[in-house]
């Protein structure tokens, strides 16, 4: 699996909560949006 594919997989990932850091193509990113909807990439944030 790339890197692209695993980070398009973490947009359907349920068990994500706000706060969460995830490893993507586009670095570390931190989960902002709501764990009841559907996650968008603007849901994921840069960590600084």
């Known amino acids: 699996?790339?890197?692209e594919e695993a980070s398009k997989?973490?947009?359907?990932?349920?068990s994500?909560?706000?706060g969460d850091v995830v490893s993507?193509?586009?670095g570390?990113?931190?989960f902002?949006?709501?764990?009841?909807?559907e996650h968008?990439?603007?849901d994921f944030v840069p960590v600084r």
Do not use: F, V, W
């Open 1 to 3: 699996m790339s890197a």
């Open 9 to 14: 997989r973490i947009l359907e990932d349920e």
């Open 16 to 18: 994500l909560i706000p």
């Open 24 to 26: 993507t193509h586009r």
């Open 28 to 30: 570390l990113l931190r």
């Open 32 to 37: 902002q949006g709501s764990p009841e909807r």
């Open 40 to 42: 968008r990439p603007e």
